[in-house]
C-alpha cells in the first residue's frame, strides 16, 4: 500500500511538471510570435527547399489569436519547375489548433 501511495504521489509530480513545462513553452511562442516577420526570406528559403519551388512571400505575420496561434502571409508565390502550375495567392490567413495539433501529432486548422 505504502509503494501504491508513493507512486501515485510521484505521478501526480511528473503530471504536473509536464503541465507546467508545456506552459512555459506556450507562454515562450506567444511571445516570439511578432519575431517571425524577421525571419521572412529565412521562412522562404527554408519553404523553397522543402518544396523545391521558389517561394516568395511580401509580409507575414504572426500572433495569438485567442486560444489559436494566427499566421497571416501577403503576396504569397510559389513558382514550380513547371511554370504551368505557378501559384500566387494574394493573402493567406491560418489559425492553428495547438493542443489538438500536440495531441495528434500534425498540424490542425482551428477552423
Given at each position: 500500500?505504502?509503494?501504491?501511495?508513493?507512486?501515485?504521489?510521484?505521478?501526480?509530480?511528473?503530471?504536473?511538471?509536464?503541465?507546467?513545462?508545456?506552459?512555459?513553452?506556450?507562454?515562450?511562442?506567444?511571445?516570439?510570435?511578432?519575431?517571425?516577420?524577421?525571419?521572412?526570406?529565412?521562412?522562404?528559403?527554408?519553404l523553397s527547399q522543402?518544396l523545391n519551388a521558389?517561394?516568395?512571400?511580401?509580409?507575414?505575420?504572426?500572433?495569438?489569436?485567442?486560444?489559436?496561434?494566427?499566421?497571416?502571409?501577403?503576396?504569397?508565390?510559389?513558382?514550380?519547375?513547371?511554370p504551368s502550375l505557378?501559384?500566387?495567392?494574394?493573402?493567406?490567413?491560418?489559425?492553428?489548433?495547438?493542443?489538438?495539433?500536440?495531441?495528434?501529432?500534425?498540424?490542425?486548422?482551428?477552423?
Amino acid at each position: 500500500m505504502w509503494l501504491l501511495k508513493t507512486g501515485v504521489r510521484w505521478l501526480n509530480w511528473l503530471v504536473l511538471a509536464v503541465l507546467l513545462l508545456l506552459v512555459i513553452a506556450m507562454l515562450a511562442i506567444r511571445q516570439m510570435m511578432p519575431l517571425v516577420s524577421d525571419y521572412r526570406e529565412d521562412i522562404s528559403d527554408y519553404l523553397s527547399q522543402q518544396l523545391n519551388a521558389e517561394i516568395t512571400m511580401q509580409q507575414i505575420s504572426a500572433d495569438w489569436d485567442g486560444r489559436y496561434p494566427r499566421v497571416y502571409i501577403a503576396g504569397l508565390q510559389a513558382r514550380l519547375p513547371d511554370p504551368s502550375l505557378d501559384v500566387q495567392v494574394q493573402s493567406l490567413d491560418l489559425s492553428f489548433n495547438f493542443v489538438a495539433s500536440m495531441l495528434r501529432g500534425e498540424p490542425l486548422s482551428a477552423h
